[in-house]
C-alpha cells in the first residue's frame, strides 16, 4: 500500500493522509464483501499499471465508430492525487475555452486539500464526473504528432477510493457504473521527521594526552528520515464532514468514513450510494459516453426513477404555420436538445393540431433547416408522425445563434408543384428552456477572451424567402 500526503511545515513535517490502498483496490471484493455488483459478475477493482503515478488531466474525444466524426469529448483523470492536482485540473478546464466536459476519473486516492480543492473547482464549474477508466489510443508510428487524444472510457473494474470520493462529490452529476466501485476508510496521518547532520573532515594534534582541533573543512550533509503513521486527528474528520455537507452528501458516507479502519477499506453498495447521494446516476453500460444515439454525450440513468436524465437539456420552440392542414390550424413544433458533453444539438421536428396540440402529418412533405448567419443547411426526412426527423448540427453551427443567428425550417413537396407550408424563421435562443441549453452548450467565454465578436444586442433580419427553398 501506498500514501499520499501533503501539509508541510519547516524541520518536522505533518502529512494528513488518505492512504491510497492500491493493493487492496486491485485485490478481490469478495474479501470485503462490500461490491457493487447488482446483477454482474466482477472481479473487483482493477488497478492500472499507472495507478501510482500522479494524476493526468488530458482532454479526449471518443473514439468510438458509431459517433465519428462528431464524437463527444471528455476529460480524462487518471492516477494518485497529488499537491498540485487541483491546479493542474484548473489549468485543463481553462484550456477547452470554457466548455464544460465531464471529469472521467479513475484514482485510488491521494491528497485530501487537492482532492477537496477539486471537487470545489469541479461544482463552481458545474462539471459531472463519471467513475470510469480512460484507455488512450496509442500514437501511430512514426507520426511526427498525434493531434487531439482519442480514446475511449470503460466503468468496468474502474474504481474512486478514499480521496477521490471527494472530487467525486463535486460533480453537479455523479455517474457510477454498476461495475465500477467507489470506497471510503479512515483519513491518517503521517508525523515524518527528518534529523539533518553536517559532516566534517577533522585534522587533530595530540599533545600530552589533549586532543588540539587543527583544521575543519565541510564534506556534506546527512539526512535521517523517520515515519510514523496514525489516524489522523479531529480538525481533518471534520474538514472532510463539512466538505461533503456542502456537496450536498450526506451518511452513511461519512460514517463509514470513520468507522472503516485505514488499512481496509469500504466499497459503497448501491443503497449506500444512493441513500448517500455520492451518486446521482447509474452508467448500465460499459462505456458512459453515448455513442449511438443523438444527442450524444453522458448516458446513465437517474437513480430516482421518476427524474429526468440531469445530462439532458433541451428548448423547444413553435411557430404557426400560414396555411391549415385538413382544415385545421397547425403549428411546427421545433425541440433542441443537448447532452452533457456531447459535440452536437440534435433538432426533432413536428407539426401538431394548434389547439389541442395533437401530431398531424403533413401531406408527404419534409423539411430542411438552415442555420444563420453560417448558412448551414441539414436536411430531414418526411414528419411522420411517430417517427419525427431528427437534424444534427455541430457545436461549432449551433452555437453561432448566440451571436444573433435564427434557423430557417423549409418544407419539401413529394413531387413538384404539390401544395406544402411556406418557410418558417425561428429564434432557437428565445425558445423555452434555451437559457440552459445554450449555457450548458455554448457557455460564454470569459469577459476578457471575448473583446472581439462579442453577442449582439438585436437579431439578424430574417432572409427573404419564397418557394420551397431558404435562400
Known amino acids: 500500500m501506498s500514501s499520499v500526503c501533503f501539509r508541510f511545515f519547516s524541520a518536522r513535517r505533518f502529512f494528513i493522509c488518505a492512504a491510497s490502498f492500491i493493493a487492496i483496490v486491485a485485490g478481490s471484493v469478495a474479501a470485503n464483501a462490500q461490491s457493487v455488483t447488482l446483477g454482474y459478475a466482477t472481479a473487483g477493482p482493477r488497478a492500472t499499471p499507472d495507478a501510482a503515478a500522479p494524476m493526468r488531466f488530458v482532454k479526449v474525444r471518443s473514439d468510438d465508430v458509431a459517433c465519428r466524426p462528431d464524437c463527444p469529448e471528455f476529460i480524462s483523470a487518471e492516477g494518485k492525487i497529488v499537491t498540485g492536482s487541483a491546479d493542474a485540473l484548473e489549468r485543463t478546464l481553462k484550456a477547452v475555452g470554457g466548455r464544460r466536459l465531464p471529469i472521467v476519473i479513475n484514482s485510488a486516492g491521494g491528497a485530501v486539500d487537492d482532492a477537496m480543492a477539486m471537487g470545489r473547482l469541479i461544482r463552481a464549474k458545474r462539471l459531472a464526473v463519471v467513475v470510469a477508466h480512460t484507455t488512450l489510443a496509442p500514437c501511430p508510428p512514426g507520426a511526427k504528432t498525434c493531434g487531439e487524444a482519442k480514446g475511449l472510457a470503460d466503468s468496468r473494474g474502474a474504481y474512486c477510493a478514499s480521496a477521490c470520493t471527494l472530487a467525486l462529490a463535486g460533480g453537479v452529476e455523479r455517474y457510477v457504473g454498476r461495475q465500477s466501485y467507489v470506497g471510503v476508510h479512515q483519513m491518517t496521518e503521517v508525523v515524518q521527521e527528518t534529523q539533518v547532520k553536517r559532516i566534517y573532515k577533522v585534522r587533530y594534534l595530540r599533545i600530552v594526552g589533549l586532543k588540539l582541533e587543527l583544521s575543519r573543512h565541510f564534506v556534506g550533509v546527512q539526512r535521517t528520515t523517520s515515519t510514523a503513521k496514525r489516524v489522523a486527528d479531529d480538525a481533518v474528520d471534520y474538514d472532510v464532514a463539512d466538505y461533503f455537507a456542502e456537496m450536498g452528501v450526506v451518511d452513511p458516507v461519512m460514517k463509514l468514513t470513520l468507522t472503516t479502519p485505514s488499512k481496509s477499506i469500504h466499497w459503497l453498495t448501491a443503497?449506500?450510494?444512493?441513500?448517500?447521494?455520492?451518486?446521482?446516476?447509474?452508467?448500465?453500460?460499459?462505456?458512459?459516453?453515448?455513442?449511438?444515439?443523438?444527442?450524444?454525450?453522458?448516458?446513465?440513468?437517474?437513480?430516482?426513477?421518476?427524474?429526468?436524465?440531469?445530462?439532458?437539456?433541451?428548448?423547444?420552440?413553435?411557430?404557426?404555420?400560414?396555411?391549415?392542414?385538413?382544415?385545421?390550424?397547425?403549428?411546427?413544433e421545433a425541440t433542441f436538445a443537448y447532452r452533457r458533453g456531447g459535440a452536437i444539438v440534435a433538432t426533432t421536428l413536428a407539426v401538431r393540431d394548434a389547439e389541442t396540440g395533437a401530431a398531424i402529418e403533413p401531406p408527404a412533405v419534409g423539411a430542411y433547416l438552415v442555420l444563420y448567419p453560417l448558412g448551414v443547411e441539414l436536411r430531414a426526412g418526411r414528419l411522420a408522425v411517430g417517427t419525427p426527423p431528427r437534424l444534427v448540427a455541430s457545436l461549432r453551427s449551433f452555437c453561432k445563434l448566440r451571436r444573433g443567428g435564427h434557423v430557417v425550417v423549409s418544407f419539401i413537396a413529394a413531387e413538384p408543384g404539390a401544395p406544402h407550408p411556406a418557410p418558417i424563421v425561428l429564434n432557437p435562443f428565445a425558445a423555452d428552456g434555451a437559457a440552459s441549453l445554450f449555457d450548458e452548450a455554448c457557455p460564454l467565454k470569459p469577459i476578457a477572451a471575448r473583446a472581439v465578436g462579442a453577442p449582439r444586442s438585436a437579431e439578424l433580419p430574417p432572409p427573404a424567402v419564397s418557394g420551397s427553398k431558404a435562400p
Open 271 to 332: 443503497d449506500e450510494l444512493k441513500m448517500s447521494r455520492l451518486a446521482t446516476a447509474w452508467v448500465d453500460r460499459a462505456n458512459p459516453i453515448l455513442a449511438d444515439a443523438e444527442p450524444s454525450g453522458l448516458a446513465g440513468d437517474a437513480i430516482d426513477a421518476n427524474a429526468p436524465p440531469a445530462s439532458l437539456f433541451s428548448a423547444k420552440a413553435t411557430a404557426a404555420l400560414a396555411a391549415p392542414i385538413d382544415g385545421r390550424l397547425a403549428k411546427l
